[in-house]
C-alpha cells in the first residue's frame, strides 16, 4: 500500500512540476491581436454647392471627404447639364430632367472599375442610391471625362469629378474607408437654388 502511496504521489509531483512549468510558458507568451484586424473609423461624403461656375456654366460643387468628422480632402465636381442648373429635394426632381442630382442623402454601392463604361464617365463608376424619394435613378459618382469636346461638360444627373485624380481619390477613399453615405446639402428648404 505504501508502495502505490509513493508512486502516486511520485506521479501528482511530476504532473504539478509539469502543469507549473507549462503554466509558466503560457503566462510568458503574449496574446497577439488578429493579424490584419483594423479598428472601424466612421467616414462619410458631403457634397455641397460653390458661388462659382465651370466656363462652361456648371455650378462647382465640393465633394469633402470626412473622417471622424475631420474634413480629409474636398475634390471639385459638378452634376447635371449646363442650362439646366437648377438645384432641388429629391420629391421635386423629374427623371430624364438632366438636372444636378438631388438634395438628400444616398447610400453609396461598391467601386466599379471593370471597364466598359461609356466614354463619358471615365473608367471609374460608383453607384448611388437615394434613400427618399424621387423619381431619380440610375445615377453615380464618375469622372466628367468628355467636358473637353463640344456639348460633352456636365452630367445628365450624376456627380462629375472633374479630374482624373480626384476621381481615383473618391474610389480609393470609399474602398478604404468602406464609405456607405453621402449627403448631398444644397441648404434646401423648400426652393431651388436658381442657376446663373
Partial sequence: ???????????????????????ATYAQTPISPKVGW????????RLTPTTKFTSTGERVLHLDLFVDGKLVQRIQAVSGKPGVQRFRLGRDSKAGSREPLPQGVYRVGAV???????????DTFIPITPLFSTARSGIGIHRDADRHLEGGSGTIGCLGVLSQSGIDSVADFVNTYRVKTLTVDYGLVSDTIAGR
Avoid: E, F, H, Q
Wanted: glycine share 10%; charged share 15%; proline share 5%.
Fill in 112 to 122: 466599379d472599375r471593370n471597364g466598359g463604361l461609356p466614354y463619358a464617365m471615365g
Fill in 38 to 45: 483594423v479598428a472601424p473609423k466612421a467616414a462619410t461624403m
Fill in 1 to 23: 500500500m505504501k508502495r502505490k502511496s509513493v508512486a502516486i504521489a511520485s506521479v501528482l509531483a511530476i504532473l504539478t512540476a509539469i502543469n507549473a512549468g507549462m503554466t
